[in-house]
């Protein structure tokens, strides 16, 4: 902990624009993630490029985030919950820009979707993103507002979003059995909920992350432990 006022009033601004990098990282992280989705229902292939062109924003914020977090780290040494928020903040940034990929992925399997000719199960996909962009903006309130327990019921509504998918898959494949030919859309649209699957996931990451800063718990790995059979199981 910095030792004098003067000090920890540069450390408490350093510590604030880190974290309101990341706000503003998540703001640009979402549109993405909306644009994608806009791009391939209306058949927008003009924003999904520009969907893909503005990931490099994210990549350039969540560089000068690391850079600063890693200043920060090496100017004032915090130590316990400064510590965290500093990493956890890191750490935030990191698993934002893994969903900006996936709406970049999403984004370029809807200009090949826009190429062929529209399906009528598209809309099959939207329950997904509805999940998985809840899952981002209550886990970046829960990060926000330094709330552990928000961002612990969060963390159940990656279940929803792997049942949705499921579904979906279900009745693509089903279509894709009836119809017999045309198949390459129906293909993309699979690979599109497996993106938005992987958003839940990172979603949840920011959850355990927001955890971590407030409780300095790593619950990551607990479901594991649970299910690794202990000595002398032989089931």
Do not use: W
């Amino acid at each position: 902990m910095p030792p004098s006022g003067h000090i920890l009033s540069v450390f408490s601004e350093a510590l604030d624009r880190l974290r309101e990098s990341v706000l503003t990282m998540s703001s640009i992280t979402r549109k993405n993630l909306a644009d994608a989705m806009r791009g391939l229902q209306e058949r927008d292939t003009d924003l999904c490029n520009q969907t893909i062109a503005s990931d490099q924003e994210v990549n350039l914020l969540e560089k000068a985030i690391d850079k600063a977090g890693m200043d920060i780290l090496t100017r004032f040494q915090p130590i316990a919950h400064d510590l965290r928020q500093v990493m956890g903040s890191m750490r935030v940034a990191n698993n934002l820009e893994r969903i900006a990929d996936q709406a970049t992925s999403i984004a370029k399997r809807a200009r090949k979707i826009n190429g062929l000719m529209e399906i009528p199960e598209l809309h099959l996909v939207q329950p997904l993103y509805q999940i998985a962009a809840r899952q981002i903006e209550r886990s970046m309130a829960a990060f926000a507002d330094g709330d552990a327990e928000a961002a612990a019921s969060i963390r159940s509504l990656d279940k929803e979003l792997d049942r949705a998918e499921k579904a979906m898959n279900d009745s693509l494949v089903r279509a894709m059995e009836e119809r017999q030919g045309g198949l390459e859309a129906y293909l993309h649209l699979i690979f599109v909920g497996r993106f938005l699957e992987r958003v839940g996931d990172y979603a949840k990451n920011i959850c355990e992350d927001t955890i971590f800063v407030e409780k300095a718990e790593d619950i990551r790995f607990l479901k594991k432990q649970r299910t690794e059979p202990t000595a002398g199981d032989n089931s």
